[in-house]
């Protein structure tokens, strides 16, 4: 596995134990449809949120956060549109980002970032 699918990798299995231990249920995780990929799909109460994920070992390039282009957005809400229509979702929504910096064994930094984007 290339070194920047492994840090994917690993940011995403940091995003939901992260989102478990504040108590969400991870519904999907690496939703696909069509072209557009949802990294975690989570839901706590009547709340569902569909959380875009990206993680970088440095902030030498930027924060994560800022790596998302509004095409990429745009593919989220997508993907969001279908997975809201095949549950027949009638509750509340939320689109968020985790975004994580640093690399093992130093801790990892998680900064989410609720009500992202629309």
Known sequence: MAQHNHTGATGEKLAATYLIEHGFTILAQNYRYQR????????????LIFV????????????PEEAITPKKIDLFLLAAEEYIHQLNWQHD????????SGRSPAPFQIHHIEDAFH
């Open 93 to 100: 929504i939320r689109f968020d980002v985790i975004a994580i």
């Open 36 to 47: 557009a990929e949802i990294d975690i799909i989570a839901q706590k109460g009547t709340l």
């Open 52 to 63: 875009e994920v990206k993680t970088r070992t440095s902030n030498q390039f930027g924060f």
